[in-house]
C-alpha cells in the first residue's frame, strides 16, 4: 500500500510523525486553494454578461466560497486616480443577489436605486431577511482607475488570502461585464424604437474595429482590447507576450503579380496566424502588412515554437493554394507583466526583436 514518507538527512519518518503530517496538511490545503482559483478563473472567463456571471457562480457557488452574494452598481463608473479620495455618489443600484443556502437567485437589469450614504442596502434586503446574522466582507468593485460599485457577500471559507483573490478575480469580471451588460441593454433599447437604426448602429462599432479584408481586429480595434486584456491579465499577477509580425515580401508580390495576389497574401497569412496562436490570443491587422498578436500566459520560451509552427503553415498554404510565390512572415515578440504593461513599448520592442529576426534571415539567405 502507498505510504507518506518525508524524506530527511537522518532517514525517513512515516505518517505517524505528527509535525511532518501537518506540513503535509497545509500542503495539501494551499494545493486544493489553488486548484480552485484556477478553476475559479477558467469558469467566469467565458461569461459575458451580468446574467451569465450569475449562471456560472450558481452553477459551483461551493467552489467560490459564498454563502451570500449581492452586487450593487453605479449607473456609470467613476474614473479615480489612486492618489485621490473617492467621494461615493448619492444613488448605486441593486443588480444581483445569490443566496446559496435558500437556492435564491435575484438578476434585475432595471434593479432598485438608493443611496448608499443612507444605506449600503436596499430596503427590502432587511424585510425580507436576505442578510441574517453572520459575517459579512464589503468589497469595491474597480477595474483600473474606475470605481463600479461593491458588492457584499458572507463566505464560508476562512482562508483570508484565498478569498482575496477569488474576490479580485469576481470583482475583475463584474465590472468587464457591466460595461458589456449596458451595451447590450442600450443596443436593446434602441432597437424597440428603431430597429433599422439599432443594426446600423451595431454594424458601424464592428466596422469601426474591424479590418475589412482579413476580419480580424485593426489597429484601433486591437490597439484598445489588446491594452484591456493585458491589464486584465497583470490585475490577477500573469504575464504573458506581445507579437509584432510583418508579411515578407508583400511589396514584390504586389509588383511581381498585381494587388489581387497582395491581398490574398494577407488573408492567408492571417488564416496563418489565428492557426498558429490559440482562440485566446487576440489577433489584429495594424497596417498593410503588419500584425499584432497579445498571448496572455506564453513564455519567451515558447516564442520559437510559434515561428517554427507558422513556418510549417505557410508551406502549407503556399501549396494549398497554388500560390507563384511562398508565404513567408518575420515575427518579433516582447514580454509583459505587472511592471511592464505599456502595449505601445512592447510593440516597439517586438518590432526591434523581429529587425534582428528579419537580419538573421537576410544572412541565411545569402549564405545559401
Known amino acids: 500500500p502507498l505510504q507518506i514518507r518525508y524524506r530527511r538527512s537522518c532517514g525517513c519518518n512515516g505518517k505517524s510523525d505528527s509535525r511532518y503530517m501537518d506540513i503535509y496538511r497545509n500542503l495539501i490545503g494551499y494545493y486544493d486553494d489553488m486548484t480552485q482559483i484556477d478553476f475559479i478563473f477558467d469558469f467566469l ?6 446574467t451569465e456571471i450569475a449562471n456560472s457562480i450558481e452553477k459551483v457557488g461551493f467552489q467560490f466560497g459564498f454563502s451570500t452574494l449581492s452586487v450593487f452598481m453605479y449607473d456609470e463608473p467613476f474614473e479615480l486616480e489612486k492618489k485621490d479620495a473617492f467621494e461615493v455618489p448619492n444613488q448605486i443600484r441593486f443588480v444581483m443577489h445569490l443566496d446559496f443556502d435558500k437556492n435564491t437567485r435575484i438578476v434585475v437589469d432595471d434593479g432598485e436605486v438608493f443611496n448608499p450614504h443612507e444605506k449600503l442596502l436596499p430596503d427590502f434586503f432587511e424585510k425580507d431577511g436576505i442578510l441574517n446574522d453572520g459575517q459579512f466582507i ?5 477595474l483600473g482607475n474606475y470605481q463600479y460599485g461593491y458588492l457584499v457577500c458572507r463566505l464560508r471559507r476562512s482562508s483570508f488570502g484565498v478569498n482575496s483573490i477569488v474576490l479580485k478575480i469576481l470583482i475583475t469580471v463584474l465590472a468587464q461585464s457591466y460595461d458589456y451588460t449596458k451595451t447590450l441593454r442600450r443596443a436593446k433599447f434602441i432597437d424597440s424604437a428603431n430597429h433599422m437604426l439599432t443594426n446600423h448602429n451595431i454594424d458601424l462599432k464592428i466596422k469601426s474595429s474591424t479590418d475589412e479584408l482579413t476580419g480580424v481586429l485593426n489597429r484601433r480595434g486591437f490597439l484598445n482590447n489588446a491594452q484591456k486584456i493585458i491589464s486584465f491579465a497583470t ?9 509584432f509580425a510583418d508579411l515578407d515580401g508583400l511589396k514584390k508580390i504586389n509588383d511581381n503579380y ?7 497574401a494577407i488573408k492567408l497569412q492571417t488564416k496563418v496566424l489565428k492557426e498558429a496562436f490559440r482562440q485566446t490570443d487576440i489577433v489584429g491587422r495594424l497596417s498593410g502588412d503588419e500584425f499584432g498578436v497579445v498571448s496572455i500566459g506564453m513564455t519567451m520560451d515558447y516564442v520559437d515554437v510559434v515561428r517554427k509552427k507558422v513556418e510549417v503553415l ?3 498554404f503556399t501549396e494549398e493554394n497554388k500560390l507563384p510565390f511562398e508565404l513567408s512572415i518575420s ?4 514580454g509583459f507583466d505587472a511592471n511592464d504593461t505599456n502595449l505601445a513599448e512592447l510593440l516597439k520592442r517586438a518590432d526591434a526583436d523581429l529587425y534582428e529576426q528579419k537580419k538573421i534571415h537576410h544572412a541565411q539567405q545569402k549564405g545559401q
Open 45 to 50: 472567463k467565458g461569461a459575458s454578461s451580468l
Open 314 to 316: 505557410n508551406k502549407k
Open 138 to 142: 464589503l468589497q469595491p468593485v474597480f
Open 235 to 243: 490585475d490577477l499577477n500573469m504575464a504573458g507576450l506581445v507579437f
Open 258 to 264: 498585381g494587388h489581387e495576389y497582395g491581398d490574398i
Open 331 to 334: 515575427i518579433g515578440a516582447a
